[in-house]
């Protein structure tokens, strides 16, 4: 059984440095909807929930899409023993993750700066968790999941509630949902 990670409240001073840091660096590369501001918090906490669901056992997480680093700067925090893979395409994007990495020591976090169907093909990462949080439809996360998981690995995508309420009327047994939190839902794919 994973042991589950400290409590949140020990990182939020880093989680409050990653926040200064993105909407400083937001200011003159856009990285992050200024618009999406007022949703940062839920997005926080959405990914804080995320690395209480995988646990503090040493795993490794890809994050397809890492964007601005949610939710793989949180999970570089909040799950120390892990190591973090944010995959991402765009170099405006991976220059600020990898100064945040610096900036934090997030010795856990590596920042891959290429297309995800690249590491697929190369295989450059051998995940156990991977996680895409607003990187594509979940159906073709899924597909591109399944081309580079292993048995066992685990797939995270945080859904919407109408996604939710939508995907859990379809009879697929494939995936399952979790919502540890009001508002919070998790599709959860086992390879």
């Known amino acids: 059984m994973d042991k589950p990670p400290k409590k949140i409240n020990t990182y939020q001073p880093a989680i409050s ?3 200064e840091s993105l909407k400083r660096y937001n200011q003159h590369t856009n990285i992050y909807s200024s618009k999406a501001y007022d949703h940062l918090p839920f ?5 804080q929930e995320l690395a209480t669901i995988i646990g503090n056992n040493k795993h490794t997480i890809m994050d397809m899409g890492s964007g601005s680093g949610l ?6 925090i909040c799950l120390p023993n892990s190591s973090v893979f944010a995959i991402e395409s765009k170099s405006r994007k991976t220059r600020f993750l990898s100064q945040i990495k610096a900036d934090l020591n997030l010795i856990n976090l590596t ?3 290429d297309d995800i169907n690249l590491i697929i093909r190369t295989k450059t990462v051998t ?3 991977i996680t895409a949080k607003a990187f594509a439809p979940y159906d073709k996360v899924i597909q591109l999941s399944q081309k580079i998981a292993k ?3 685990s797939l995270y995508i945080p859904i919407s509630r109408n996604q939710y309420q939508s995907l859990s009327q379809q009879a697929n047994t494939k995936y399952s949902f979790i919502n540890p939190k009001t508002d ?3 599709l959860h794919y086992q390879f």
């Open 127 to 129: 995940p156990s968790i």
């Open 184 to 186: 919070h839902y998790f």
């Open 17 to 19: 440095r990653y926040i």
């Open 111 to 113: 920042v891959i700066n």
């Open 71 to 76: 939710p793989a700067i949180i999970l570089a």
């Open 43 to 47: 997005h926080i906490e959405n990914c």
């Open 151 to 153: 048995l066992d690995t």
